[in-house]
Each structure stands twice: as structure tokens, then as C-alpha cells.
């Protein structure tokens, strides 16, 4: 195996613990990106050096996870998790340990580890340490709990799906034993918090592995999930599959897509359990409430359609309408990208003339005026050379007015 090229300052963390007698090591998602060839995102550091010996021998530190032995090491304003070799104790709740414990001794740090690919250690001078062939299931192409993968998947529910969302970034395959061990205990995902089952959802279908995304609901996952979900995707899978791999990998786009059978009296309440910020659920309601509309791909329509629902919004929904085979929704797409390279007028705030004006006009404040600032703006989204102050003054006189 060639050398794993680490950034200096990583190096120089190890280097630094290893002249103070330590043992470190880079570990996990960074090493099994680095043999993929594939640049590792960050680089978590594990030691035989306790938390208070990483605090004492690096001047710059904060506690990221001190009661699980996690330092953060800050060198060249760069953050490196720090983290001491440990033991889990017994898991109370399928998800976290009830205490841990320090230990000297690599391997069993890594007997602790989810998957094979993910419990590969490394540094310069001593290269891999591999004590459960992760390299070889890398170079195979297979993703293998560590261990008895029925103990890992019951000690941590997450690491079920984690292992279908690893399954799709990597396009490996899920080995016999472990696959079966995670059809076995997949009703232990109900003890998984929301926000950790969302998180792993998006990066599953942001994944786009039409391969591998079925993995959700084959599983039986996805019925432990949400069976609402479950029930409503059901005999369309194949479908919905294709579609996430066709749309763009935004988060209100492909969840718009994979609820798309359920019920408008049951959005909210569906997407309300995934605990979205209030910005990304509203989106997906957005869209969802509109999904099965035909796409009108001229000028007016889309003028219309980006003014009802904002600009962001009619992006995705033409996004998800290309995905789900809508002839005219690329040509909605290329129309909206026009009609706000001219500025367009498709909002109230663009208009050239103000409810003040019509006020001054003689109009008494009050609804009227709401009324005829809607009326004077859908003539400007039918007609926008029609946004002059001088024209819409007319039209309101005449209209409303001399009347």
C-alpha cells in the first residue's frame, strides 16, 4: 500500500505525541478515503495520550468531547480532533455508551469501530495497521461489520444506516453476514433520534446511487422508519429510485420527491418527525403541495409560477418535474434563468409604483389598495414592459377612479 500524503499539521500532531512517547495515528473515514484515492474531508487523530496530556503538550486546545476523550488541537488556526484510544462500556439505548475507558492498546480501539473500512489505523512510520482486513474489503469492495456485526449494529442502531448509506457513496456491497445481521435488528432503528436519521437519509439520497438507494426500503428499514412513507412509496419504488437519481441533489427537491404519494393532510405531520429547519420544510410543502401540476413553459407561466411560489422554489419545482419526466420543465428552467437575468418584474417590491402612490392617488389606505397593487402586478408578469410608473398611474386612474 502506497504512503497516505497527510496534511503537515497532522503530521505534526503525530509526530509531536509520538517524541512524547505516544502512540497516533490518523483513523477512519480519512484512512479509508486516502486508500480510495479520494481526498479526505478531515483527519481524526487517535492516541494512546490521555486528554490531559494532549491539553499539557499542545498550547492551543479546547474540549470537543472530554468525557470521550476528544481534544480539539488547533495548529495553523486548522481544527484535528484528538482522540484517546478507548473501550466502550455497555450501550443503554442502541446508540451510546453508558461510560468508556482509556486504554494503550490500538487494537482494541478499534475493535470498537463500526465497519471494516473504518477501523483501518495509520501513520508514517509504522504504516497500516489492519487487524480486521479492512484493506482487503476496501480493495473487494465490501462493507463488513467489525467483529460480530450483530453486536455492532445493537450496540449503535445508527450503524444500520449508516451501512446502506455507505453502501451507496462507495457503490460496495453490503457483505452476507452483516447484511443479514441488519435485516435481523432493523426494528432497533426506532431507538435512533430524527435529526440522526435525517442526517444519514440526505446523505443517502444526495448519494444519487440509483443502485443502491431500494437498499432504503428492501431492508425493512424504511418501514421501521416511517411506515407512512414506507406505505406510500410502495409499488412505485423502482420509480422513485430513478427519480432521486435524476434530480438534483438539493434536500427539499428529493424529499418533495420521495413523499410525493403521501397524502396533503399528512405532509406536515411526516415531515414535522424529520425536525427540518423551518426554511427547507416549508420548500418541501411548497412543492409537494404542487407536484402533480403540469409545467406551462412559456414566458407568462413561469413569470407567474416564480411570483406565486419565489424564485428559489420554482427552481427546485422545475428540478423535481425534469426528474419526474415533465417535457416542458428543462425549457421552464432555461425561461426562469432569462426572466431574472432582465430583472423581470414578477414582485411586488419591483414594481414602479408603490401603495403610496396609489394612496396619493386619492385611494383611502386600507385593503383596496392591496387589491389593486395585485391587479396592477399581474398585468407587469402578463406584460412586463407594461412596469412604468407612468402606465400603471394610468391604469389605476382609469380603472379605479374615473370610475
Not at 198 to 211: A, H, P, Q, T
Not at 268 to 274: N, R
Amino acid at each position: 500500500m502506497r504512503k497516505i500524503d497527510m496534511p503537515p499539521e497532522a503530521e505534526y500532531i503525530i509526530n509531536k505525541l509520538e517524541s512524547k512517547g505516544f502512540k497516533s495515528y490518523i483513523v477512519g473515514g480519512c484512512v479509508r478515503d486516502s486508500i480510495m484515492g479520494i481526498k479526505p474531508h478531515d483527519y481524526d487523530i487517535t492516541t494512546s495520550a490521555k486528554p490531559e496530556d494532549v491539553k499539557k503538550i499542545f498550547s492551543h486546545t479546547f474540549d470537543t468531547g472530554i468525557k470521550h476523550g476528544t481534544v480539539t488541537v488547533v495548529i495553523n488556526k486548522k481544527n484535528y480532533e484528538v482522540t484517546t484510544f478507548r473501550i466502550d462500556g455497555d450501550y443503554e439505548d442502541f446508540r451510546h455508551p453508558k461510560g468508556v475507558s482509556f486504554t494503550s492498546d490500538i487494537n482494541k480501539d478499534l475493535l470498537r469501530r463500526d465497519f471494516t473500512m473504518n477501523a483501518i489505523a495509520y501513520n508514517t512510520k509504522e504504516g497500516y495497521i489492519d487487524i480486521f482486513g479492512g484493506i482487503d474489503d476496501i480493495k473487494n469492495k465490501i462493507i463488513r461489520g467489525v467483529g460480530s456485526p450483530e453486536e455492532r449494529f445493537r450496540e449503535d442502531a445508527l450503524r444500520m444506516l449508516r451501512a446502506v448509506r455507505f453502501s451507496a457513496q462507495t457503490d460496495f456491497e453490503i457483505e452476507t453476514e452483516t447484511k443479514k445481521a441488519l435485516i435481523d435488528n432493523v426494528y432497533l432503528i426506532k431507538n435512533i433520534s430524527a435529526e440522526r436519521i435525517r442526517d444519514e437519509l440526505i446523505k443517502l439520497l444526495v448519494s444519487g446511487n440509483l443502485k443502491k438507494i431500494p437498499l432504503l426500503w428492501e431492508t425493512g428499514l424504511l418501514e421501521q422508519i416511517s411506515k407512512r412513507l414506507y406505505d406510500s412509496i410502495k409499488n412505485n419504488e423502482n420509480m422513485i429510485a430513478l427519480q432521486l437519481n435524476m434530480c438534483d441533489k438539493k434536500i427539499p427537491a428529493l424529499f418533495a420527491i420521495l413523499t410525493q404519494f403521501i397524502a396533503p393532510k399528512d405532509i406536515k405531520d411526516e415531515l414535522y418527525f424529520y425536525k427540518f429547519d423551518n426554511k427547507t420544510l416549508e420548500q418541501i410543502i411548497c412543492i409537494n403541495s404542487i407536484i402533480n401540476k403540469n409545467v406551462l413553459s412559456d414566458d407568462y407561466n413561469v413569470r407567474l409560477m416564480a411570483s406565486n411560489i419565489g424564485v428559489d422554489n420554482a427552481y427546485i419545482f422545475y428540478s423535481v418535474k425534469m426528474a419526474m419526466g415533465d417535457k416542458n420543465a428543462d425549457e421552464a428552467k432555461n425561461i426562469l434563468y432569462k426572466i431574472i437575468e432582465r430583472n423581470d418584474c414578477i414582485f411586488l417590491k419591483q414594481m414602479k409604483i408603490t401603495g403610496k402612490d396609489i394612496i396619493s392617488m386619492g385611494i383611502p389606505a386600507g385593503k383596496r389598495v392591496g387589491e389593486i397593487l395585485s391587479y396592477l402586478l399581474n398585468i407587469v408578469i402578463r406584460t412586463p414592459e407594461m412596469n412604468d410608473y407612468d402606465v400603471l398611474k394610468n391604469i389605476v386612474i382609469k380603472n379605479f377612479i374615473n370610475i
